[in-house]
């Protein structure tokens, strides 16, 4: 049997990898349904509307029920609606069939964050930003799947078929491995009131946390989505080289994440908050403001490694700050966290497009820097707030 923590990690690296398998064949989508680029867009579009619906029910299902019930329910649903993928004739069947994997999604991101919490406060190590590279190298295994039976002539039904299969017996291979909050499903069997201490929206510390995580992901997104255009436009790549650029960037974010163990027990969640954050701004304004296209690989690359921690080490904070006496708790805190940045992730690109659409693309990267340089202060905010809450879980923890 794996250890929880390994099954955890498997969870993330199956997660990233649906994202990727799917992602990765959207042009061969695209054609399979005849869509053009605007069409396509609001296909693309159900993906995080289904996030962002299915987040904040995830934290209060996982509170009554435990986190093990929902990785398992969303793994398993994601994996049998990424066939239906390769079965959809119109762009509308598009939108609605990622409706439906964004709602699977969305609901495992928020299960195996909380899965993790649980592995952590286990294990009484910092390891979140460890299960994150999981869901990079996921991506990455998944980008990589889908190249190759592109290059073999598989149509997107035959590959998401085999990829949802392996899905479904993987996580049936773990399923026993994974935490099972048997403390809260006990309480929710002998009717007690699961769900206690103050909603979330009502937590100033938790809104912070959140604009911290909203703040990464718009930047992750701007860089996800914007640059290959950047590289081929500003600075003038060949399109082969220029898709070289995201894999700069997620490479250095999967690598980083993978050391975030050390970094964090060296320097803590808010230093490391801090310092990422200004190195990612370095980073995005060294990209676009130095006219050399190696200026803007190192500058995507430093933001890569700049916005590795944010995600992974605001969901171990925001887990911290639910904790119950009994060492449980942090479901619907993650769930709000989580749901705050899939909006960045939902409103970033198309913001950033519009901005470049009004000014230069060069521009709309460098306010995109701007925007994580909203983080350090943020984070002394946070600082503050669990100072004057004398929660005994942080009063120890480092300042910046």
């Known amino acids: 049997m794996l250890s929880r923590r390994a099954a955890v990690f498997g969870v993330f690296v199956l997660n990233g990898s649906v994202f990727g398998t799917w992602a990765a064949r959207v042009p061969a989508l695209a054609a399979q349904v005849g869509a053009e680029p605007g069409g396509l867009g609001l296909s693309l579009f159900g993906v995080s509307v289904g996030l962002v619906c299915s987040a904040p029910i995830a934290g209060r299902l996982c509170a009554a029920f435990g986190a093990r019930l929902l990785v398992v329910l969303g793994a398993a649903s994601g994996c049998l609606v990424l066939p239906v993928l390769g079965l959809v004739a119109d762009p509308l069947q598009l939108g609605l069939v990622l409706f439906l994997l964004g709602l699977t999604v969305g609901s495992l991101d928020v299960s195996m964050n909380i899965a993790a919490v649980a592995v952590i406060r286990e294990v009484d190590r910092p390891l979140m930003p460890v299960f994150h590279a999981g869901f990079s190298i996921g991506g990455l295994l998944g980008s990589l799947g889908a190249a ?224 994580v340089a909203l983080i350090p202060p943020t984070v002394l905010l946070v600082v503050r707030a669990r100072r004057r809450e004398a929660d005994p879980v942080m009063a120890g923890a480092p300042t910046v």
Do not use: H, N
């Not at 995580?213 to 436009?233: N, P, Q």
């Not at 993978?258 to 310092?275: F, Q, V």
């Open 148 to 371: 190759l039976a592109a290059a073999g002539g598989w149509s997107p039904l035959s590959q998401f078929s085999i990829a949802g299969a392996a899905g479904l017996l993987f996580i049936a291979l773990i399923t026993s491995s994974l935490p099972a909050a048997e403390g809260e499903r006990s309480r929710a069997r002998a009717g007690d009131e699961v769900v206690s201490g103050p909603s979330p929206v009502r937590m100033p510390v938790l809104w912070l946390l959140a604009a911290i995580a909203l703040c990464s992901a718009i930047a992750e997104g701007a860089s996800a989505d914007w640059t290959a255009l950047f590289l081929v436009r500003e600075r003038g790549v060949a399109d082969a080289l220029a898709a070289a650029g995201y894999a700069v960037f997620s490479v250095a974010m999967a690598a980083t994440r993978l050391s975030g163990e050390r970094a964090e027990r060296k320097w803590g969640p808010y230093r490391l908050l801090a310092g990422g954050a200004t190195l990612a701004a370095v980073g995005l304004l060294t990209a676009v403001l130095v006219p050399a296209a190696p200026a803007g690989y190192l500058g995507f690359m430093l933001a890569g490694i700049g916005l590795a921690f944010s995600f992974p080490v605001t969901m171990g904070l925001a887990g911290a700050v639910g904790r119950r006496a009994d060492g449980t708790g942090g479901e619907r805190e993650i769930a709000f966290v989580t749901t705050v940045a899939y909006t960045g992730f939902l409103a970033g690109p198309p913001l950033i497009g519009q901005v470049a659409q009004a000014t230069t693309l060069a521009f709309a990267l460098g306010m995109a820097a701007v925007i």
